[in-house]
């Protein structure tokens, strides 16, 4: 099998020959991969031309249902990539984390893009910022999307979920992406962009695959552009340093693996749920796809009084691991990618062994099930320990990337940090205890060496994700020897892939272009009331004010006998002048927001549906018996619904007293059809 | 007059000769300046060991605080920077920019510390994440300041603003500095920092000062220090690829200066505000602080038919510019910084003049008030005109950082945008128009290559800061040439020196060590009423679940006239069941709310003084007539304020129903004495 690569929309075979490429278990070649002859400057053209333009056409919700049919598209054929990444030593369970995980980021995506985002062009960042007194000049951050091309650099660990993770992304935030995979494992990324590709939902040019060596790709690059690599410290800090992307300050980020540490607390001794925790989780991560894994646990750091106790459990569940063909029954781990990685590992673990002692397992003299011993890639699960820890600089800089764990005893909390903070930062961290000073000591202590950190305890244990697993909604990345690069986490994963502009301009325009009304001096009035108009006939800006209603102390008295709220602010004249913010009996906060729907609402069916909740209350000045309010109504935001005849519509709110003094201002959220026209509430009956 | 540098607590006069220093209006000498002799190295640990313990074990309303004192006590010896500040070639205009709004950075980021952050150690970002279908294990993204020193390396045309805008948001976020000033105008920077250190407002170690070159400061950076640097894109490269910095993935911030655009708009003709406005700032610009700004506008693009009208109107008020001693009357433009920068500005205008043609000022023969203009830093404004600026590189490519600016024609709203986007990447771009559909074409044409933009129109131009003005509240820094990096911004510029990590644990822990408090599956139940316990004594997690109370339809019709709000869904049956989101009348959110603090409020005076607001409200079930509902109401965070014996305290408020099923959730948000003894209230009466 000749791998291809899917450039300006074809598929193409290289040029030259091939590297070939092993399958893991057996040793049998599996594919050949070139890129010789591609054309990389015309990649990048097609992608900023052609995919970059047609994703910018798409809103957010858009491109966040194109995730979900790609997902749904990927999981009907999620069996034939399970087949092929036997090919790369993985267990059933490592492929699931590959597979069915990255399929899950995809879903993860789309659910956020649509939860989060606007369903519109322009992604709004925090609150307006007013930037003069009068009011007339206002500033508000938005996000648009790069205009040029993301340059995906993967690694060889998870063909499947390494692209999907930042596909998600990328897509999402509209920006048209040329994925590398990372070649030993490349045969199953390849396989999975044929299926994107004949699905025919991404527009053309949102997605192009280089298998191969990237040639001159970077040379094309610019301050559009943006570059996302995993892999090595070593190939992403030379990549970081090639000079186009330095000069023209393209994005780059890098996550590279790290000497990740995992700490057991001095309360978590045999016989507490923790320490079964503890060892259960060391024995996960360095089984789980071999080892192979930038997030998995390479320092156990342990109170040097459970060291012996903590070994032998290891030993005890190390023990029952089986290594070899994952098809067969009973085996537990597969092999690591290729016997390259293995020979590397083992050297790694020579150099360990100058600090350390092997306490568990063998690389010379194990035990395989099925396979081909000789030409598959296996190696056992080796546990080391290092009794001086802070007198060895390698258990803290030389990582095996495979099967492989160093124990490594503290005497206080202080040194738990001092080893950790060693490891010069890294991906993740993790703490199993159930005492809070302790947690709160190690967060704050080792805190800014991580991306990542996780509390683990008998309270979340069960329900704990794990140290290894990274998550589309928390970011993934850490400082130093990690990589200081940062994705995912969410929304925050998009916006790597968006500039960030302050706009500054009248409060009328910046809301208009940004999709969000900001309050200033001039509200449009509206002769139609906003309730009778759908979701597709409002205009931000419009709006109205309401007629003025006095509020008396015997309302003030009916409110609190209906509502049961007799707070003495309300009721006792005289305590209420004795607080610090009254002058008297004031009336109840939620009176006033009561009585300003009474006013703003109009009652009879028409297209707004349901009131869904309210945001941003503040209440500004007191309202005293006999004061009179009217409202300020304005439509403020709409967000239709791609797949409904309804969608959000965010309204502004702000309630004057009768000297025009701000009493209260807030967001009402309500859900509203399309139309007028379409009387959803009574054809629906 | 010798600078020194504050290194370690002290002031340190260097060992070697100086490198002399020159008054920019007359010529005469004005400082020496060397660092030799310096243990770089020292200062870094100095930071590291004494300034940043000292710093995190404030708050930030502490820091916040400090920064406040910080600027009181400098605008008291304002006057004497205004002095020093004449030698730098500045106006009393242009000192006030660098002095008084550096100074106004402090304040700025004074209050958004306290109103934005928490009084806490921890700053908390976004909404928890579940991340268990049981909803046992969460994740909460927190920031925790960076654990090494934060180098500031200034620009020499803002001495001041240059130093404070970043030491505002450094020391907020509770990262010491070691700032090192452009040797040219360190005399100014110098003369503050020793005010700061006379003042005794900051901790030991929290700023050093390095007059001179930083020797090699750099190489002793790791993973927790920052490098922000503001000054020409080629230092900023060379320092972006060190060695050290690459390796170590030390946090680095450019701030180069770019070749920014300003557009007219084709409606803007002359007799419009917005062509006034347009040459009022395109003069500004090149005139304020003699053009020495990475912010000027060096590219005004006006439609090709309006270039006539443009070129004289500006030539006119060029005209009045009068050029030098900025002591005295009349002079409205200083001089440059130094006869070298004069000499640089020459030969990049004549690179100019090989696309473009001169077309107001000569670099040859102008008029000089006072000073001396032989030995003085003078040169006038300089218009420069490229017919068609499409078809030469050098107009968007070449910058003369002095009072000159090239007036480029355009043809249509799309070659406007290909010509601002020719700069590749600025800081800043301004659009003047009155024409909603060309601000939102070029605002989404050029907003991915800037990172700060304006829409002037006659509403907004008498109120607006201006085209050259970074703001704190707004981000300053742009992509590709402008350096891709980020300053300000409000809180946003804090978290840079701060690292993102994302906790994950159960609810309970990750709320108590983050200082929120997150919803989970085990509230803490707590016998006392929460409102009869003062802010110190509360703890977040405390609560209470109130009594059951039913709502029935004659309250829902008592609600309703008091309210005044009878929305069909409350009124009539038949109507509400037609609503595709309920089956019959269903109650008002607004009583659901009021009746929930009828069931959570005690009502009797006492530590809680008032309710200030609401956040995040959502109606999750309908609640029918006949339904009950119970609350769960819980201390969520705790803000007490530094100088006041009350602060905020926010309490999660959840609503549920006879069945359990939550029908609203929200925040309430109350102001409260720090001690339920202090019977604030009462007392004050």
């Known amino acids: 099998m000749r791998l291809c690569s899917y450039v300006q929309g074809e598929w193409v075979e290289s040029a030259g020959a091939g590297t070939p490429l092993f399958h893991a278990i057996d040793g049998s070649p599996v594919a050949e991969i070139s890129s010789e002859g591609i054309d990389f ?10 995919g970059g333009p047609a994703l910018r056409r798409m809103t957010f919700h858009q491109r966040a249902l194109m995730l979900k049919a790609l997902a749904l598209h990927l999981l009907q054929h999620k069996e034939e990539f399970y087949r092929l990444s036997r090919a790369t030593g993985a267990t059933r369970d490592d492929s699931w984390i590959d597979i069915e995980g990255g399929i899950g980021t995809l879903f993860a995506y789309s659910g956020k893009g649509r939860r989060e985002m606007p369903n519109d062009h322009v992604y709004i960042d925090g609150a307006p910022e007013t930037l003069s007194r009068g009011g007339g000049f206002t500033g ?9 091309v993301a340059v995906h650099i993967n ?4 063909p499947c979920w390494g692209m999907l993770e930042k596909l998600g992304p990328t897509l999402l935030a509209g920006m048209p992406a040329i994925v590398k995979p990372a070649s030993q494992t490349a045969y199953l990324a390849e396989r999975m962009v044929r299926r994107i590709v004949e699905a025919g939902i991404l527009p053309a040019g949102a997605l192009q695959l280089i298998c191969g060596g990237v040639g001159d790709l970077l040379d094309h690059l610019d301050c559009q552009d943006a570059v996302t690599f995993t892999g090595s410290a070593t190939t992403g800090l030379g990549l970081k340093q090639h000079p186009v992307i330095v000069a023209n300050a393209v994005r780059f980020t890098m996550e590279a693996d790290s000497l990740n540490s995992s700490i057991l607390g001095p309360d978590a001794g045999p016989g507490t749920p923790e320490f079964d925790l503890y060892v259960e989780e060391v024995v996960r991560e360095m089984t789980t796809k071999c080892g192979q894994k930038c997030t998995a646990i390479r320092r156990a750091l342990v109170p040097r009084e459970l060291l012996p106790a903590v070994g032998d459990a290891l030993g005890k569940t190390l023990d029952r691991v089986v290594v070899g063909d994952p098809d067969l029954e009973g085996v537990t781990m597969g092999a690591l990618a290729s016997r390259a990685q293995v020979q590397e590992v083992r050297e790694r673990v020579e150099q360990l062994r100058r600090c350390s002692e092997l306490v568990h397992g063998s690389p010379d003299r194990f035990e395989v099930r099925g396979g ?3 030409r598959g890639a296996f190696l056992p699960p080796l546990l080391l320990r290092c009794d001086e820890p802070l007198r060895h600089r390698e258990v803290h800089e030389v990582e095996a990337f495979g099967p492989v764990c160093t124990l490594l005893p503290y005497d206080d909390p202080a040194q738990a940090v001092e080893l950790a903070r060693r490891g010069r930062g890294s991906l993740v961290g993790s703490v199993f205890t159930f005492d809070d000073d302790f947690a709160r000591e190690m967060v704050l202590g080792i805190g800014p060496w991580h991306g990542r950190l996780l509390v683990i305890d008998r309270e979340c244990g069960a329900e704990s994700t794990g140290h290894g697993s ?5 970011i993934h990345g850490g400082p130093g020897r990690a990589g200081g690069g940062q994705e995912m986490g969410g929304i925050r994963g998009v916006l790597h892939y968006m500039q960030c502009v302050a706009l500054q301009g009248s409060p009328g325009r910046i809301g208009r272009i940004s999709g969000r009304w900001i309050p200033g001096p001039d509200p449009v009035p509206d002769p139609v009331h906003p309730f009778r108009k759908g979701l597709d006939e409002l205009e931000i800006g419009q709006g109205i004010v309401t007629r003025s209603r006095a509020i008396g102390l015997e309302e003030i008295e009916r409110f609190a006998e209906l509502s049961g709220d007799r707070f003495y602010a309300h009721m006792d004249a005289q305590a209420a002048a004795a607080n610090p913010f009254f002058e ?3 009336a109840h906060g939620y009176f006033i927001v009561s009585a300003a729907a009474g006013l703003f609402v109009d009652p009879a069916p028409g297209p707004v549906l349901a009131n869904y909740g309210l945001e941003n209350l503040r209440f500004h000045t007191p309202l005293y018996p006999g004061d009179s309010i009217r409202v300020a109504f304005t439509c403020k935001q709409k967000t239709p619904r791609e797949n409904e005849d309804y969608g959000e519509v965010r309204w502004d709110c702000r309630v004057f007293n009768q000297r025009d003094e701000l009493v209260a201002s807030y967001d009402v959220l309500t859900l509203v059809a399309r139309s007028s026209g379409d009387r959803l509430a009574a054809e629906r009956a």
Chains 1, 2 share one sequence.
């Not at 990649?43 to 900023?48: A, F, H, K, Y």
């Not at 990274?470 to 928390?474: H, I």
């Open 41 to 50: 400057g015309a990649m990048v053209r097609w992608g900023r031309e052609t």
């Open 140 to 148: 508000q951050h938005v996000y648009l999307p790069l205009e040029g």
């Open 155 to 158: 690694a060889y660990n998870f």
């Open 372 to 374: 081909d011993p000789q």
């Open 470 to 474: 990274p998550l589309p909604s928390l």
């Open 584 to 586: 008297g009996r004031v």
